[in-house]
């Protein structure tokens, strides 16, 4: 085939491949895959790399013949193990990677189509892969039946390139078509950590039976078809296909946002004012930080009933109120954007703790005079 037809073709298994490793496609990746589509016709002079470099494709045209060595399986596994060295030892090699490989073998399947194929089994020469057994299917060069299939390989990539910038993947795709709940939970799980994420769903609340429409910001997974949301009041919602969930989900859909990093802090202390600990936490948090809390605490109120308290991604707003807490054993957990420092939560010795520590060293004082 020629040139622009190989052209087509990359840039369609480019798209293609950026998809299933969700990797968005970008200008740099899709000119790299071109390039890399024109490789295999080293072994021809008149092809374009051939006339770059005239000896070498004279010597390999000579010793191999045209679409042999150049176009055979053995050659696309040595580009893919390239192609798994760069990934596996520089993560920022991925997408130049990605694109070399899918356009070199983008071309031996462009040539598959025509009426000679390729030898795909080099250096086994008795057999020609050809994509139709037929041979008033395949292609021949120069005519109708190459154009066309440069037309379709064009209009592919419009669909494909829209696919490939959602970085959904293909089984994201998929999930996204579905609006499955426990596939949306199994793809979280793979990329949680990294970014903000949402899940846009169509339900039913358990406790009232009204429909629940919109975008919910993920806190985190609580089992294989339940999410914790923080809903648009800022309470921790658990949504999930049962109805012993908060929300019951016919429809969800996962979307990734911007870039966020997690920030754990565990705190334990034995008593300490509410508003003390309420305002330390404020100080830490900024509009752009989420903070939800999980563990246990007793609360005290002005009667001096304690009750004790399990919580669960609770955020700052719903904490429960008190006078003071008592036995606290607290995870806080931080979630905001990569530029955001979170401070150590620092809070200062309780005032009764103080005033106390103050009567004790005044008698000490006292009794050694």
Not at 32 to 40: D, E, H, I, Q
Not at 68 to 78: A, G, M, P
Not at 159 to 170: I, K, N, S, V
């Amino acid at each position: 085939m020629i040139t622009p037809t190989h052209l087509t073709f990359s840039q369609t298994f480019y798209l293609t491949t950026c998809i299933f490793w969700s990797s968005p496609a970008s200008p740099i990746g899709a000119f790299v895959a071109g390039l890399a589509s024109f490789l295999p016709d080293f072994d021809t002079r008149v092809s374009l790399p051939g006339r770059l470099l005239p000896w070498l494709s004279e010597w390999i045209h000579e010793h191999f013949g045209h679409r042999s060595i150049t176009h055979s399986f053995l050659v696309q596994i040595v580009t893919w193990i390239t192609f798994y060295f760069l990934v596996r030892y520089d993560q920022m090699t991925l997408h130049i990677a990605i694109a070399i490989a899918s356009g070199f073998f983008s071309h031996i399947c462009a040539d598959m189509l025509t009426k000679t194929g390729v030898f795909f089994w080099w250096p086994n020469r008795r057999y020609r892969c050809v994509a139709w057994k037929n041979g008033d299917y395949r292609v021949k060069v120069k005519e109708n039946g190459e154009l066309l299939w440069s037309i379709v390989m064009a209009i592919l990539c419009v669909p494909l390139f829209y696919a490939a910038q959602t970085e959904r993947g293909a089984s994201g795709i998929i999930r996204y078509a579905l609006g499955d709940i426990e596939m949306a939970v199994q793809e979280y799980q793979k990329s949680r950590g990294f970014h903000q994420w949402f899940l846009k769903l169509n339900g039913t609340s358990n406790q009232n039976l009204e429909r629940i429409n919109g975008k919910f910001y993920i806190i985190a997974v609580k089992n294989e078809n339940t999410f914790y949301l923080l809903s648009n009041e800022g309470e921790t919602i658990t949504a999930s296909t049962s109805v012993t969930g908060d929300w019951f989900v016919s429809k969800a859909i996962l979307e990734k946002d911007s870039v966020e990093k997690n920030t754990t802090q565990v705190f334990k202390k034995e008593r300490i004012e509410f508003e003390k600990l309420i305002d330390a936490l404020n100080i830490v948090t900024k509009e752009s930080v989420h903070c939800f809390v999980t563990g246990s605490l007793t609360t005290e109120d002005k009667q001096g009933n304690m009750v004790h308290h399990n919580l669960i991604f609770t955020t700052i707003k719903n904490m429960p109120k008190a006078i003071y807490y008592h036995a606290l054993n607290l995870k806080f957990q931080f979630k905001h954007s990569p530029d955001i420092t979170i401070a150590k939560l620092a809070i200062e010795n309780d005032k009764l703790k103080v005033q106390r520590d103050d009567i004790m060293d005044r008698w000490t004082k006292e009794a050694l005079k």
